[in-house]
C-alpha cells in the first residue's frame, strides 16, 4: 500500500508513473524516523537528500531578524528539499518535527543511479519535479 500518495491521488511527484513506477521509486528510499523537536534539516547545510512525508507533521522554520520563525507546516504527502536535490545548494530552511513523524527519503546520487537505467522513468520524475516546484512558485506568487 502506497501511503505517501495514494494511487487515485494526483500528487506531481507521481502524476506520469505507472502504479509499478511509483513502487519502484518508493522502495529507493528510505524511511527515516523524527522524533519531535529532532531536526530533518537545517539551513545552511549542504545536502540533496529530497523527503516525502509519510507520517506525522513538520515545520519549516526560516530566520527573520535573528529570529526563527515557522513560516509553514507540513503532513502526509508534502516533499521537501527539492531545490537542493535538484541543483545541490545549501539549504535555506531548517525543517523540524511538530510531532514525532516518519519520512522517505531519496538520497540523490541513490536515485540517479537507479534511474539512469530508465530513461523514460527519470524523465517523468524530472518533469514532476519540475512541475512540484511550478506549482510552488505559483503559491509564492499568489500570496505576494
Not at 522524533?35 to 537545517?42: K, T, Y
Not at 516518519?102 to 518533469?127: C, G, H, I, N, Y
Request: hydrophobic share 40%; aromatic share 6%.
Amino acid at each position: 500500500m502506497n501511503k505517501i500518495f495514494p494511487a487515485e491521488s494526483d500528487h506531481p511527484l507521481f502524476r506520469y508513473c505507472t502504479d509499478d513506477e511509483r513502487a519502484r521509486i518508493e522502495h529507493i528510499a528510505e524511511l527515516r524516523r523524527v522524533s519531535e523537536g529532532e531536526f530533518l534539516i537545517r539551513a545552511g547545510d549542504n545536502d540533496s537528500t529530497l523527503f516525502a512525508v509519510d507520517d506525522g507533521h513538520l515545520d519549516i522554520v526560516a530566520q527573520r531578524d535573528n529570529h526563527s520563525v515557522t513560516v509553514a507546516t507540513v503532513g502526509p504527502g508534502d516533499v521537501l528539499g527539492e531545490v537542493s536535490f535538484l541543483d545541490d545548494s545549501p539549504r535555506t530552511v531548517s525543517v523540524v518535527a511538530g510531532e514525532d513523524a516518519v519520512v522517505r527519503a531519496w538520497d540523490k546520487r541513490t536515485l540517479s543511479e537507479a534511474l539512469a537505467f530508465d530513461p523514460q522513468l527519470l524523465a517523468k520524475f524530472a518533469v514532476a519535479l519540475c512541475e512540484l516546484l511550478v506549482e510552488r512558485l505559483r503559491d509564492v506568487s499568489r500570496r505576494v
